[in-house]
């Protein structure tokens, strides 16, 4: 079961030649760049999307959702444009527009092909070839465009079937637009209705990241019925930030006809991670899906139940969202050593802690997201006033409280005594650094933070 729009049409246009479309590579402006599994924009500072997605295809009157969407407090938005195969085609003009309305609202315009949706199990869907070709039919709207447009080739390319080539074709599209000199940051879809169910994408990223000769690709999971549990989330995201790639949620609801996601966790776990979301979608769904607008017919004053959890509610757009550096923000990059996330407020104080001692290290609990039966926990390690090697931490569980799998740390319990030690990436410290650590756990009453003690090495 997929999510379905409405559809109103546009003229399609005569394709542009391809070939010679992006001209000379060697020269690109600077834009977007990917490093350690992160996303940095073209000041060197870290950006981490906070949007939503806008139909626009179908919707190509609604100009002012880019404002709207803006001024409900959104850095990104994720744009539907059509290649003509199944959808009368978003030509050059219309596309080079979309990107002014996003520079002129201070928004990073993520733009996809959504013809490739459901390739092999939807009857009319393209490859990613096709959408290649699309791109480069448009090149001249992106010529210049690197440092506010990220390119999602396809859509959820790949339905339940014939699904095993994603890892070739994505990386021979990659390639493909690399070689035609396309210098943005790319972004693929995961398979499998965009869900990923089968890990085909889990488990072959690293090597379509390997075949981008700029190393500049971000992987997209949508997220809906599939992930119903925290676990799923957090184990699927967690995989992607262990291996050091760079993973966004470019799709999720709060409902879906195929099961009912964990959105809170969603939000939770991606703000806890310094991880980008982008939720489907601003307006106009159809086809028994009608729930997942978020502002009743595009009006802003209109905010849904889903509207109003994802700009309003817990880590949501409103409290999280930091407008990129290149629109005027600050410019300083991000230092490359250590990146902690910017945590929603606790719901529980962390103990106080003691200075450390030289060589020594501290560590605070923090509890950032709970649930009926379960809860997500954080700790922070900080090295004292000189460099450390590695860092040991224990606390001891509360009654009724179990931990079922950690990220970013190697976790051992005896009893309800817990021992975390770093893993190979994060155990070396500078003086004063800080580094951190998640895990999910149940529990069978309102958690406590416990207080915790660091060791170093």
């Known amino acids: 079961m997929r999510k379905r729009l409405s559809v109103a049409g546009v003229a399609l246009l005569t394709v542009l030649a391809a070939v010679f479309a992006f001209g000379q590579p060697a020269h690109a402006a600077a834009g977007f760049s990917v490093s350690n599994g992160k996303l940095y924009d073209a000041n060197g500072n870290e950006f981490i999307m906070r949007?939503?997605?806008?139909?626009?295809?179908?919707?190509?009157?609604?100009?002012?959702?880019?404002?709207?969407?803006k001024a409900l407090g959104a850095n990104t938005v994720r744009v539907v444009l059509a290649s003509g195969d199944r959808w009368a085609k978003n030509d050059t003009a219309d596309v080079a527009n979309v990107i002014s309305l996003c520079k002129a609202n201070k928004l990073i315009c993520v733009l996809e092909?959504?013809?490739?949706?459901?390739?092999?199990?939807?009857?009319?869907?393209?490859?990613?070839?096709?959408?290649?070709?699309?791109?480069?039919?448009?090149?001249?709207?992106?010529?210049?465009?690197?440092?506010?447009?990220?390119?999602?080739?396809?859509?959820?390319?790949?339905?339940?079937?014939?699904?095993?080539?994603?890892?070739t074709d994505s990386a021979n599209a990659i390639k493909r637009l690399r070689?035609?000199?396309?210098?943005?940051?790319?972004?693929?879809?995961?398979?499998?209705?965009?869900?990923?169910?089968?890990?085909?994408?889990?488990?072959?990223?690293?090597?379509?990241?390997?075949?981008?000769?700029?190393?500049?690709?971000?992987?997209?999971?949508?997220?809906?019925?599939?992930?119903?549990?925290?676990a799923e989330i957090s184990d699927y995201l967690g995989r992607f930030r262990t291996a050091k790639l760079p993973i966004v949620v470019g799709e999720f609801g709060f409902d879906h006809s195929d099961g009912n996601p964990d959105e809170d966790t969603i939000l939770s776990y991606t703000q806890a991670n310094g991880i980008g979301y982008l939720g489907w979608s601003w307006s106009g769904n159809g086809g028994g899906v009608e729930y997942l607008d978020m502002a009743t017919n595009f009006n802003p004053a209109a905010l849904t139940t889903w509207g109003q959890r994802i700009f309003n509610g817990a880590n949501g757009i409103k409290a999280t969202?930091?407008?990129?550096?290149?629109?005027?923000?600050?410019?300083?990059?991000?230092?490359?050593?250590?990146?902690?996330?910017?945590?929603?407020?606790?719901?529980?104080?962390?103990?106080?802690?003691?200075?450390?001692?030289?060589?020594?290290?501290?560590?605070t609990y923090t509890i950032i997201g709970q649930w009926q039966g379960g809860f997500q926990g954080e700790v922070k390690v900080t090295a004292g006033s000189a460099a450390i090697n590695g860092w040991t931490a224990k606390w001891t569980l509360g009654s009724g409280q179990s931990i079922s799998q950690a990220w970013n740390a190697t976790l051992t319990s005896s009893g309800s005594n817990v021992t975390a030690t770093n893993v190979s990436y994060?155990?070396?410290?500078?003086?004063?650094?800080?580094?951190?650590?998640?895990?999910?756990?149940?529990?069978?009453?309102?958690?406590?933070?416990?207080?915790?003690?660091?060791t170093a090495s």
């Open 179 to 230: 070689a035609a000199g396309l210098a943005h940051t790319i972004m693929v879809d995961a398979p499998n209705w965009g869900q990923d169910w089968s890990f085909t994408m889990r488990d072959n990223a690293a090597s379509v990241f390997a075949a981008d000769p700029q190393k500049n690709t971000v992987f997209s999971i949508h997220m809906y019925g599939v992930f119903d549990t925290a």
């Open 51 to 69: 949007g939503v997605n806008h139909a626009h295809t179908w919707y190509q009157q609604q100009t002012s959702s880019f404002a709207n969407i």
């Open 426 to 454: 994060n155990g070396k410290l500078g003086a004063g650094a800080s580094t951190s650590f998640g895990f999910i756990g149940s529990s069978t009453g309102t958690p406590a933070a416990p207080a915790v003690t660091c």
């Open 321 to 363: 969202s930091k407008e990129a550096s290149v629109y005027g923000g600050i410019v300083t990059p991000t230092p490359s050593t250590t990146v902690t996330p910017t945590l929603p407020p606790p719901t529980t104080t962390p103990p106080p802690t003691t200075p450390p001692a030289t060589g020594g290290c501290t560590a």
């Open 113 to 167: 092909v959504h013809d490739t949706t459901g390739y092999g199990e939807q009857s009319g869907a393209i490859t990613l070839d096709r959408a290649v070709d699309y791109w480069l039919s448009i090149s001249s709207a992106l010529a210049g465009q690197e440092k506010y447009v990220i390119v999602n080739i396809g859509n959820e390319p790949y339905g339940n079937q014939g699904y095993g080539t994603w890892a």
